[in-house]
């Protein structure tokens, strides 16, 4: 059973019912059956919809070998203590929020995938909703702008269950590298996405080596980018995948970046603004256009 858990000083949050019926008791028996047949037609059109190829798993992408992890003890125990870092640099957060200010309107309804203490949404944008998703509920109870929040291990089990068509966006930041099961989570993003609903997938070169799949500790920077087009592409409904990449700006030292110490630091991620930023976004069904 899933557990929402409301920030402290806001109301309590039920995922939004399927529909809402009204009384016809004091209709005419006639008017009563004949509502009753449409609204039953109506459903079962609503299910053929539901049946349709969109939101489907066309293709597998990875293999078996690629969804392995060097650990392979459970996610919940390697994030059972919080970390309170931020685990890209200040280059790549700020091109992150302003690709949150370009896609997310104001009044949105956010799905925070894989989240943590600190989304990095613009701070002065208000949305309707930001419901937040992680392993850590320490880490997610600090993160200001979420409303609720709830725990699940996605590798474990893959079913959100959050009502279908309930977001406007579905965020995804620094953590796709740790999906055993792309395809399934990718497939769920879509279900819960409105239709012209945006999902972001954000990355850089860091990573917990030891719990990244196999098909991305191998990979080089364009490998993973295509990797990522690829679970969008495996799930029928989703438009073609926007690619958006920013490569870190020279090193100040002419030397630094000439020597191969300093191309080594950069590649770890030790050096200030050596960070490059990548992020695919693919709409439900359409790419909305917003006057």
């Known amino acids: 059973m899933l557990t929402i858990h409301p920030q402290p000083g806001l109301r309590s949050w039920h995922p939004p019912l399927a529909a809402n019926l009204r009384t016809t008791s004091s209709l005419p028996l006639k008017t009563r059956l004949f509502l009753a047949a449409k609204t039953t037609n109506t459903l079962n059109e609503s299910n053929e919809?539901?049946?349709?190829?969109?939101?489907?798993?066309?293709?597998?992408?990875?293999?078996?070998?690629?969804?392995t992890k060097l650990n392979t003890y459970p996610d919940r125990e390697f994030y059972s203590y919080p970390r309170f870092v931020t685990h890209v640099d200040d280059g790549f957060i700020s091109t992150l929020t302003d690709l949150y200010q370009e896609k997310l309107r104001p009044d949105s309804e956010i799905l925070d995938l894989m989240?943590?203490?600190?989304?990095?949404?613009?701070?002065q944008a208000v949305y309707?909703?930001?419901?937040?998703?992680?392993?850590?509920?320490?880490?997610?109870?600090?993160?200001?702008?979420?409303?609720?929040?709830?725990?699940?291990?996605?590798?474990?089990?893959?079913?959100?269950?959050?009502?279908?068509?309930?977001?406007?966006?579905?965020?995804?930041?620094?953590?796709?590298?740790?999906?055993?099961?792309?395809?399934?989570?990718?497939?769920?993003?879509?279900?819960?996405?409105?239709?012209?609903?945006?999902?972001?997938?954000?990355?850089?070169n860091r990573l917990f080596y030891e719990k990244a799949i196999g098909a991305w500790r191998d990979g080089t920077g364009y490998s993973r980018v295509q990797l990522v087009v690829q679970y969008f592409q495996c799930v029928e409904g989703f438009t073609q995948p926007e690619i958006i990449r920013k490569q870190p700006a020279a090193a100040a030292d002419p030397q630094q970046e000439k020597s191969p110490f300093g191309w080594i630091m950069r590649l770890l991620g030790l050096v200030s603004g050596s960070d490059p930023f990548y992020a695919v976004v693919a709409y439900k069904n359409f790419k909305p256009v917003y006057e």
Not at 49 to 67: F, N, Q, Y
Not at 115 to 123: F, G
Not at 143 to 154: C, E, G, I, M, S
Not at 179 to 204: H, M, N, T
């Open 115 to 123: 989240s943590s203490w600190v989304s990095h949404l613009p701070k």
């Open 49 to 67: 919809t539901e049946r349709s190829s969109a939101g489907k798993i066309k293709r597998l992408v990875l293999s078996k070998e690629g969804r």
């Open 128 to 204: 309707k909703r930001i419901v937040g998703h992680g392993l850590n509920a320490q880490e997610l109870a600090r993160n200001p702008r979420l409303d609720y929040f709830f725990v699940k291990d996605l590798n474990q089990d893959q079913k959100l269950e959050l009502e279908s068509s309930s977001f406007d966006a579905v965020l995804c930041t620094v953590s796709v590298q740790y999906l055993q099961q792309p395809e399934k989570v990718f497939a769920e993003v879509f279900r819960v996405l409105r239709p012209g609903g945006a999902f972001i997938v954000s990355f850089s």
